[in-house]
């Protein structure tokens, strides 16, 4: 009888430690599952940052003529690089402050512009035409940064 029960309690604390160990196994297998897991949304995080960050010329005008219609001189004042050049009928002045630029009749205009091109060098070109008369149009240029495109020029060919 001794001999039966010292062999079932050590058949009973083998089974123990077994089982002990199974789940601490399990449990390592867990945690490397959930760290990969978090590496993998840690990529998704990053790779949606980068897209935000890597604006099209198109969501920039959206953004820039939803900001115009809005008032919003911040997001508006973060789109335009100074020193903004304004060119009518071959003469350029330029404008050092946003101020000065929203007072210019023409460049509410570019909230009803539309891309027109993206240039070899550098400069992408948005357009504004009249619809009642064909002889009236304003390019608008922007040049792509590291933090997003910018407003730098308003071209009135007449």
Known sequence: MKAR?????????????????????????????????????EVSENTETTQKKEQSIESFLIDLQTAIRENNTKTIEKSIKLPFEYQSGGESSFYDSTARLFRNPHFKKITKAKVEKIENNGLYSILYEQSR?????????????????????LEMPH
């Open 133 to 153: 008369n064909e002889d009236f149009f304003i390019y608008y240029y922007a040049i792509k940064e590291e933090d997003g495109f910018k407003l730098t020029k």
């Open 5 to 41: 029960y010292k062999i079932s309690v050590l058949l009973g604390l083998t089974l123990t430690l077994l089982s002990c160990k199974q789940d601490t196994k399990n449990n390592a297998l867990g945690n490397d599952t959930s760290e990969a897991e978090m590496t993998q949304n």
